[in-house]
């Protein structure tokens, strides 16, 4: 089986289209990764942690996502729903809800452990952090229903859980630094 990546595209658009929830595109993800071989034909073996853009518009952004081998990413969330698929290593989720009175601090809700092969759906209203907790690069696609990266939301400081506004260029050097870490850990 080959991975066609303007297939899988097109797919992901047709099953949006088709319904704006999150049911659809979660199938379709769900085929793709059910063959991590292909995907890493067609995406190419994982060198480099990062948030490499496949498809963007405001109704769906299509990521590859790349985690460095330790690489954890504090809680956010997307302010849309969102498929993760992964097609190679692990991907441990904990889940987040907001302390009511605390002016914005958030709480651990539950967490979930992705292997490859899994895809799962998070809710537009879900609050999580990653950890890559393998020595080898994490690789999963990742859709969302919006523009993922003009979309206004939060990240919660990982030692006081405080909230504040998510920075796109900040989350950018968080992988570079990742990498960084990695290249350093190889010598």
């Not at 969330?77 to 958030?106: L, Q």
């Not at 859709?143 to 998510?166: C, M």
Request: proline share 6%; hydrophobic share 40%; with cysteine.
């Amino acid at each position: 089986m080959i991975f066609d990546l303007d297939r899988f595209i097109e797919d992901c658009r047709a099953a949006h289209a088709a319904d704006r929830s999150h049911k659809h595109v979660c199938e379709v993800v769900r085929r793709a990764v059910s063959e991590p071989a292909a995907v890493l034909k067609g995406l190419g073996e994982p060198k480099r942690a990062g948030l490499h853009k496949v498809h963007q518009s405001n109704e769906l952004t299509i990521l590859n996502v790349v985690w460095a081998p330790g690489m954890t990413i504090p809680p956010h969330n997307h302010e849309m729903w969102a498929v993760i698929g992964i097609y190679s290593g692990r991907e441990d989720n904990t889940f987040w809800r907001r302390v009511p009175d605390s002016g914005g601090k958030v709480e651990v809700a539950g967490t979930k452990v992705l292997c490859e092969k899994d895809a799962t759906p998070l809710g537009q209203s879900i609050i999580h952090s990653v950890t890559n907790p393998i020595p080898r690069f994490t690789a999963a696609i990742h859709v969302y229903g919006g523009d993922f990266f003009n979309q206004a939301r939060s990240e919660w400081d990982p030692e006081t859980l405080s909230e504040g506004p998510f920075d796109t260029q900040l989350a950018l050097r968080r992988f570079e630094a990742a990498n960084d870490t990695w290249l350093k850990t190889q010598q």
